[in-house]
DNA sequence: ATCCATTCCTGTACGC
DNA sequence: TGCGTACAGGAATGGA
């Protein structure tokens, strides 16, 4: 998915053009996501206003001034577009194969989100109890945030014998890393990512909370990172793909190694509970 | 308590 | 071109 950075992107842009706006008219096109869509959300949508729009974690909190937020979850392939209505001159909107929930906005704007396989999630919950719902009441830290330290982390992964690069993108030990960010994190802070997660010095894991944070930073400013599916809310693919280090580049020499690809074999690609993990077997202990 | 494999669903790339 | 297979950014689940 859209991990931090991708889903922090979407999220500025979202508020930079619904905050004040009100919803028209909206319309769902299917309730079978990761979890069933409840209550008749085109109506409750209908005629209220947006007065925040922010993340927490993975997920895009729409605040609405009815009390209630709409909550989205992109999954793996969720994505969601606004569009001008000057893009959309006299043409009425045609929904594509994947889109499930379409916006009409005051300002005739409008808003889709598309998720071709629906490991995403929609809910409207009740503001004031948001944090009691499941999904994000057992969340772990925010990693931007200056209270996640080295400290965070030690405590929080004290005793796991999970390794380093699992442990990472356990939502309830920090939120928001997933998959690519987790090589690249653990690239930037030199530790090999099958360490198990509790047996990692204090000095290296203030090395990885740094590394966290500069590279979830540096993707943010780039615009995130468009594999495949990902696009900014105007469309744009991000750019921050060009510049990993080591993610989905097995065999190639990793930035600044010393040694020879050829002779090394390069990044190594391995599987960690299912998902790939790449990392240079040289700069990486 | 922790960890592992499996599952949800669809699209795409690749080898034959 | 067509077919089968593997794999893809997430996260909950059940069983060990």
Redesign the pocket.
């Known amino acids: ?3 931090l950075p ?1 889903v922090e992107t979407i999220v500025r842009a979202l508020a930079r053009r619904l905050v004040k706006k009100r919803i028209k008219q909206a319309a769902l096109f299917t309730t ?1 996501l ?1 979890l069933p869509v409840t209550g008749n959300l085109s109506r409750q949508l209908a005629e209220k206003r947006i007065i925040a729009v922010v993340r927490r ?2 997920y895009i909190l729409i605040h609405l001034d009815s009390g209630r937020t709409l909550v989205i ?1 992109l ?3 969720g994505s969601i577009r606004i569009r001008d209505r000057s893009t959309q001159a006299g043409k009425l909107f045609a929904r594509a ?2 889109d499930h929930l379409w916006l009409q906005l005051d300002d005739g704007s409008e808003m889709v989100f598309s998720d ?4 995403g999630l929609l809910a409207l919950l009740e503001t004031e109890n948001l944090e009691l719902w ?2 994000l009441a ?1 969340l772990g830290p925010e990693p931007l945030e200056r209270k996640f330290t080295a400290a965070t982390l030690h405590e929080r992964l004290a ?5 380093i690069k ?2 990472l ?1 356990n ?1 309830e030990i920090v939120v928001g890393v ?3 960010y987790a090589s690249e994190a653990l690239f930037l802070a030199g530790i090999k990512p099958t360490m ?3 047996r990692i010095s204090s000095e290296r894991l203030a090395l990885l909370v740094k590394s966290i944070k500069k590279v979830l930073r540096a993707s943010i400013s780039a615009g ?7 696009r900014q809310a105007n469309g744009e693919t991000g750019f921050f793909q060009s510049r990993f280090s080591v993610y989905d580049r097995a065999g190639q020499r990793c930035p600044g190694c010393c040694c020879d690809p050829e002779k090394s074999g390069g990044i190594q690609r391995i ?1 960690q ?4 993990t790449f990392y240079c077997p040289v700069r990486q202990r």
């Open positions: 998915m859209p991990e991708e079978r990761r974690a993975k979850h999954g793996m392939t194969r994947h071709p396989r629906r490991f499941a999904p057992t005793g796991r014998k999970v390794s699992q442990a993108m939502q997933g998959n690519i198990a997660a509790g995130g990172s468009t594999l495949k599916d990902y599987v509970g299912g998902r790939s």
